[in-house]
């Protein structure tokens, strides 16, 4: 990896930090105006490893990776392990409070929209409770 991912890495969790923390409150509006600059920040992470992939296979197109770089790249040593597993971790747990904030919201929206149920007419039974419609007993009656 090239220096100039590991700027691009913690500007991305930064960014996912501060989202995650506004999800967590319900703070929309908060979580919202993060998602332009998620974006950018996403994208230019993507840009840098790009960058230092094409690099990387200029500077040596014919070898073939040697083992002894792949281990080095698999030991818990691997300086840029610690930020890929954050920013994985964020990343995850991003994933999950948009779901649950999409769950919320359409919920709300259900409530907001939906038409209220027709009320039920008043009427007393006998018992002090209400009575079924169908159920209705005669006020008067009449012997005539």
């Given at each position: 990896?090239?220096?100039?991912?590991?700027?691009?890495?913690?500007?991305?969790?930064?960014?996912?930090?501060?989202?995650?923390?506004?999800?967590?409150?319900?703070?929309?509006?908060?979580?919202?105006?993060?998602?332009?600059?998620?974006?950018?920040?996403?994208?230019?992470?993507?840009?840098?490893?790009?960058?230092?992939?094409?690099?990387?296979?200029?500077?040596?197109?014919?070898?073939?990776?040697?083992?002894?770089?792949?281990?080095?790249?698999?030991?818990?040593?691997?300086?840029?392990?610690?930020?890929?597993?954050?920013?994985?971790?964020?990343?995850?747990?991003?994933?999950?409070?948009?779901?649950?904030a999409i769950t919320a919201q359409k919920r709300v929206i259900e409530?907001?929209?939906?038409?209220?149920?027709?009320?039920?007419?008043?009427?007393?039974?006998?018992?002090?409770?209400?009575?079924?419609?169908?159920?209705?007993?005669?006020?008067?009656?009449?012997?005539?």
């Open positions: 990896m090239s220096a100039s991912i590991i700027p691009a890495m913690q500007r991305l969790i930064a960014i996912l930090e501060a989202e995650n923390s506004a999800l967590e409150e319900a703070r929309i509006p908060d979580a919202l105006a993060l998602l332009p600059e998620k974006q950018d920040a996403a994208r230019t992470l993507e840009q840098e490893v790009s960058a230092a992939n094409d690099r990387r296979e200029n500077l040596c197109p014919c070898c073939p990776e040697d083992d002894e770089a792949v281990a080095r790249e698999d030991s818990p040593a691997f300086p840029y392990r610690d930020l890929l597993e954050q920013m994985t971790e964020l990343g995850n747990r991003n994933g999950e409070l948009l779901q649950r409530l907001l929209t939906s038409t209220p149920m027709t009320a039920q007419p008043q009427n007393y039974g006998n018992q002090g409770g209400y009575a079924p419609v169908t159920d209705r007993p005669a006020l008067f009656v009449s012997k005539v």
